[in-house]
């Protein structure tokens, strides 16, 4: 029964854009259980490390991301059901409230990838910082913050929890997400629209010098679900 | 720049007036902006509402930060692929057919509806994601005189290229009579069957009835070419040429002295004066924008130009002289001068510096040439001679004092100089300062500058007879009245009283303001401005003048949908004595060796006129809105405006008050339907007092023998306006339905009184016993209903089918008459004035994306 009413909740207005995409501007934050969640993550952590610190780095890190965007990736992989993923059947089993702990127990942990201290160097950090509009090329900042730690109006509404940390996430599994925003053109919510648009015009080598700056650039807390009136 | 989505954007209350077609296109304000036409105020058939919202970035997003809806947008186009380009386009063709009054010059302005085929438009963008270059071309035509062609291309971020081809027609008159031949040029002759000073009322009416009404028209069309280049992120340059050219012609003016004193006598003519000229303009600059600093430099050039530098005219009738026994010379051409050719420039710096405190300083200075040389007319155009001939012999001389030979005022040679090489320099500088010393307080304080300095004067003299002035009324006034030539002379007419001079106006006026904004609490704010301004005019009646003003503002959002605006303003206007003859200079009585006619000079006019622009002044502004929104998808605004003056002025505008109350209704409750209601009105009452003169002596006060206070009359306008609009627009799958109504009704009354007949100019009016009255009402009034379907037939081809239907009504006393004939005594009417229409416009159009 609680599934059968998890699945319901997905399905209302919220969630349910009316272009056949998941609206993320007005939904809800998303609240979870992380002790509960702790208990649930034992197939995750086999490939996205303990508590969510990937050592493969084809697999993206899940530590101290904002558990807004970790619960809308995880549902958007048993909404697709796309039968090529590999986390098709990691999530099918799982209820909504599974994916809400799970999601809240990730963010609270802390990321533990390395800093680099010549990350300010990196070419990808003007990229990320300004741009290059002779290629079209916007700043990722506006969306993901100066240092790449979200949203820059992250906690002010439920919104922009759903806006990644790129900061310490894997320079490979950057460059994959990057390159399948620009050449797949899968697309199912709102966020990712707009990321369909930005990454059209990235090349791979802009996608590179962005990866490696990101993956240098130190995670600076945990996150949790915001406290919104 | 997809102007259809502007369109459609925009508030209900814009479609409310769409209807009001003719009247979608300017005239040529702005002809930089993107142009439209008629057709696209209602929109695109295939443009259909993006229910997904305005923004990914937020929910909602529904209002203005006023408490307006926003219109909902449309869908983005489906691009297609080419290579490394992605394109898309559309097009918008078929035909339209008129029915009724279309050729109406009121349905006409500012479009040109023909029945038969139109290109409502046709819109090509290509895109190159990879490096963000892009071109756009927009087209439409719409008939022979109203279409454009813009086109862009240029790279984001790097460079931008604009060009534009636009034409607009203006028709200004359906039903002109004009009894000359080369109306459209600048030399009108009269008809063959006319004879030139040499023919009667009947006559003229005789040739008017022959003429067949003719539409004049004045075309503007432009041509221009811009380019903006980002030299750096921080450095931008800009260049801009255009050229505006018109063509046409429109009812003018003819004097050949007032015929109203002179029955039988005289000419007073409305001609048609030709509109041929062009205007290049020129822009320039180069902007900085960095974190502390941003500069401006600019460069704005005009220079017009006019194919003609005059317009003759002929007069058919004849002058007879006021003096018995007397004969005038034939005269019968007149000519006026037309606009000179003029240039101007134009050089700005601004710098602005960041300063603490969220702060900000600013500096612009800028220095402006206007020049004008054009060749100087002659001050007649005729042959032979001029004036009454006393004697009977034909031939001037100190024998026939009245009699003129043209020869000395129909050359050059007859002018003080060739040309007329007059100029004005202007300077202007500003500063303004703002910081936020505290969250909840900003200050801000303004000073600028303005000073126009006129370069040059003009002294009208002729070295060929030693007069000084101006021939007036092309010499008819000399060849009616013995001696009143218009110009003054030492030794022949040493007490004529005339102008000689060209009458400069130099001028300066500074101002400051002090400013203060309070945020009281969270969204209610309360804003305080105090300022002055002190006006410096050269030869006026005042040389200072000063405004102090205190303006209140608040703001009130803090109740969750409704935001409240108020403000309030005094304004305060005095200055130092007032002069009422400071233009004596201009005029023969400067001149060493004038005399003073007996009686003395006669006062240039009365003593205790205040001309509304100098007098004392109090003027009370108030202004309150409101807008309240009615749940998520509805909002209702309304306003109330007041504007009073009081006039410190005996003689003079006295009174000129404004008031207004508006109220507006939206309702979106989808994407598939809104809907918009509105009504506005306001009205203005004016009233002023003057006097006559019924001596011309040298006393000018009020009461006195010269203007006595049985002289006086008062005249009192009322204007009422009031405009009105429903639309609701309805989407039911495939097919959108559109509905819209307007209204836009003026009126106008003119009433005056007076205290005796001898207040009249024209006694007779004075003799039908009342000393009160008005002219008939003035009005305007439009009513227009149009109905359309848009209908999506496949993703790629949309139809549109619309009726518009529009009744205009106008009623002007000044034209009263004419429809039964233009010629009144001497008084000959080419135009018969505006009229009133009924129009049905039905359209069929075609949409495809390409």
Redesign the interface.
């Known amino acids: 029964m609680k599934r059968v009413l998890a699945l319901l909740l997905f399905s209302l207005p919220p969630l349910a854009g009316a272009g056949g995409f998941v609206d993320l501007r007005d939904a809800p934050v998303v609240a979870g259980d992380a002790a509960a969640g702790a208990a649930k993550v034992a197939v995750c952590v086999a490939c996205h490390g303990a508590e969510g610190n990937a050592a493969v780095t084809a697999f993206p890190a899940l530590a101290a991301q904002h558990p807004g965007y970790l619960y809308q990736s995880l549902a958007g992989f048993r909404r697709r059901a796309d039968p090529a993923s590999p986390m098709t059947p990691q999530v099918q089993s799982l209820g909504d409230a599974d994916l809400r702990d799970i999601a809240v127990y990730f963010a609270s942990r802390r990321r533990s990838a390395p800093a680099v201290s010549s990350a300010a160097d990196l070419p990808g950090a003007r990229l990320f910082r300004d741009g290059d509009a002779a290629r079209g090329i916007v700043p990722c900042q506006g969306c993901h913050g100066a240092t790449a730690q979200g949203h820059p109006l992250h906690g002010t509404a439920p919104r922009y929890d759903y806006y990644p940390a790129l900061a310490a996430q894997s320079a490979d599994y950057l460059a994959a997400r990057l390159r399948r925003y620009r050449d797949d053109g899968q697309v199912d919510t709102s966020n990712a629209l707009i990321m369909r648009g930005i990454a059209r015009n990235l090349d791979d080598a802009a996608i590179a010098e962005l990866a490696a700056w990101l993956a240098a650039t130190p995670r600076e807390s945990t996150s949790t679900s915001g406290d919104y009136p | 720049m997809r102007p259809h989505r502007f369109a459609r954007a925009a508030l209900p209350l814009a479609l409310a007036f769409a209807p009001a077609a003719p009247a979608a296109a300017d005239s040529g304000d702005g002809v930089d902006l993107a142009p439209g036409n008629a057709l696209l105020a209602n929109g695109l058939a295939d443009a259909a509402p993006d229910?997904?919202?305005t923004?990914?970035?937020?929910?909602?997003q529904r209002r203005s930060p006023a408490g307006h809806l926003y219109g909902c947008p449309l869908e983005p186009p489906t691009v297609e692929e080419l290579g490394e380009w992605i394109y898309d386009g559309r097009m918008q063709l078929g035909g339209v057919v008129v029915n009724g009054d279309e050729d109406n010059a009121l349905w006409n302005r500012y479009v040109r509806w023909d029945s038969g085929l139109v290109l409502g438009l046709l819109e090509i963008a290509l895109r190159r994601?990879?490096?963000?270059s892009y071109a756009e071309l927009r087209a439409s035509r719409l008939g022979s005189d109203d279409g454009f062609i813009e086109a862009a291309f240029g790279?984001?971020?790097?460079y931008k290229v604009q060009a534009l081809l636009r034409e607009m027609p203006n028709v200004v008159s359906d039903s002109a009579r004009p009894i000359w031949n080369g109306v459209g040029t600048n030399d009108l002759r009269l008809l063959p069957s006319l004879a030139p000073g040499a023919s009667d009322s009947a006559a003229v009416a005789a040739a008017v009835d022959g003429v067949a009404p003719q539409r004049l028209q004045v075309v503007r069309s432009r041509t221009g070419l811009g380019l903006d280049a980002?030299l750096t992120?921080r450095w931008i340059a800009r260049a801009a040429v255009s050229e505006e050219r018109r063509s046409g012609a429109r009812p003018f003016g003819g004097a050949f002295f007032y015929n109203f004193l002179f029955p039988g006598n005289a000419g007073v003519l409305e001609t048609v004066r030709p509109v041929e000229d062009a205007t290049v303009n020129l822009a320039a600059g180069i902007r900085y924008a960095g974190d502390r600093w941003r500069m401006d430099f600019a460069y704005d050039g005009s220079f017009y130009r006019d194919r003609y530098r005059r317009l003759r005219f002929e007069s058919p009738f004849a002058l007879t002289p006021t003096r018995p026994g007397t004969t005038s010379a034939p005269i019968y051409q007149g000519q006026f001068a037309l606009e000179p050719d003029n240039d101007y420039h134009n050089l700005r710096a601004t710098f602005m510096r960041r300063l603490p405190w969220n702060g900000e300083l600013g500096v612009s200075a800028a220095a402006g040439r206007m020049r004008q040389d054009d060749d100087l007319i002659a001050p007649i155009d005729c042959a032979g001679t001029f004036g009454v001939d006393s004697d009977g012999s034909g031939v001037p001389g100190p024998a026939n004092p009245f009699l003129h030979a043209c020869a000395d005022w129909n050359t050059p040679a007859a002018l003080s100089r060739a040309s007329a090489d007059l100029r004005i320099d202007t300077y202007a500088f500003d500063t303004h300062v703002s910081v936020q010393p505290l969250p909840a307080l900003s200050l801000r304080g303004k000073l600028d500058f303005r000073r126009e300095d006129y370069r040059n004067a003009y002294l009208a003299y002729n070295p060929l007879t030693g007069d000084y002035g101006y021939i007036t009324e092309n010499g008819a006034q000399a060849s009616i009245q013995p001696g009143a030539l218009g110009t003054w002379n030492p030794l022949t007419a040493p007490s004529a009283i005339t102008r000689v001079r060209s009458l400069p106006l130099d001028r300066q006026d500074y101002g400051a303001e002090l400013g203060a904004d309070w945020q009281l609490a969270e969204r209610r704010s309360l804003s305080l401005t105090l300022s002055t301004r002190r006006d410096e005019p050269t030869n006026r009646e005042r040389s200072r003048v000063t405004d102090d003003s205190v303006k209140l503002a608040y703001v009130d959002r803090h109740v969750e949908g409704l935001t409240l605006r108020a403000s309030f303003a005094v304004i305060d206007r005095d200055g130092d004595d007032y002069v009422s003859d400071p233009y004596w200079f201009a005029y023969s009585v400067s001149l060493p060796g004038f005399v003073a006619p007996a009686g003395g000079v006669p006062a240039f006019t009365v003593d205790a006129l205040r001309k509304y622009d100098l007098a004392d002044r109090r003027e009370h502004k108030a202004n309150l809105s409101a807008t309240v929104a009615l749940g998520d998808t509805a909002s209702l605004s309304a306003g109330l405006q007041g504007d009073w003056n009081d006039y410190d002025a005996v003689i003079g505008r006295q009174v000129y008050d404004r008031s207004g109350a508006t109220v507006q209704w939206e309702w979106q409750p989808s994407p598939q339907t809104r809907a918009s209601i509105h009504y506005g009105a306001d009205r203005a009452r004016l009233r002023m007092a003057n006097v006559a003169d019924v001596v011309f002596g040298p006393d000018g006060s009020l009461g006195g023998p010269d203007y006595p206070l049985n002289g006086r009359w008062w005249a009192y306008d009322k204007q009422r306006n009031r405009n009105a609009g429903a639309s609701i627009e309805q989407g039911f799958g495939p097919v959108r339905l559109d509905l819209n109504w307007n209204l836009v009704d003026a009126r106008g009354l003119t009433s005056y009184r007076f205290a005796s007949p001898v207040a009249l100019a024209y006694f007779a009016d004075g003799l039908t016993g009342g000393d009160s009255g008005e002219f008939p009402a003035m009005r305007y009034r439009v009513d227009s209903l149009s109905l359309g379907a848009s209908i999506a037939l496949t993703p790629r081809v949309a139809l549109r089918v619309f009726d518009l239907f529009e009744r205009g009504r106008i009623d002007d006393w000044h034209y009263l008459g004419l429809d039964t004939g233009r010629v009144i005594d001497h008084r000959v009417y080419s135009d018969g004035g505006p009229s009133g229409y009924t129009t049905n416009l039905i359209g069929v159009l075609l949409d495809l994306r390409l």
């Not at chain 2, 994601?129 to 963000?132: E, I, T």
């Not at chain 2, 790279?155 to 790097?158: D, N, V």
């Open positions: 229910a997904r919202g923004s990914w970035l937020r929910p909602g994601p990879a490096d963000g790279r984001a971020g790097s980002y992120p």
